[in-house]
């Protein structure tokens, strides 16, 4: 048969640890990679805008090749 004993639950304190006193020594690898994450996806943007033809580009290209030279 089973058994008819009662447990009560939170009879037994629990060590409870102090919380970190010094949360940036805990913080400090993930902003470390954040702050060099947002660098590098930044710098990628740059470079792909600046690579980027602009319109006017083209129309200068195109009219220095469209001059007839009649002789």
Do not use: C, Y
């Not at 009662?6 to 993930?30: C, L, S, T, Y």
């Not at 954040?34 to 033809?53: R, W």
Request: charged share 30%; glycine share 6%; hydrophobic share 40%.
């Amino acid at each position: 048969m089973a058994s008819r004993e009662i447990k009560k639950i939170g009879q037994h304190k629990a060590d409870v640890q102090a919380p970190h006193n010094n949360a940036w020594e805990v913080m400090k690898p993930f902003v470390h990679f954040g702050v060099k994450a947002t660098g590098l996806i930044a710098s990628t943007l740059i470079t792909i805008v600046k690579n980027i033809p602009k319109p006017d580009d083209r129309k200068k290209t195109t009219e220095k090749g469209n001059k007839i030279i009649k002789i």
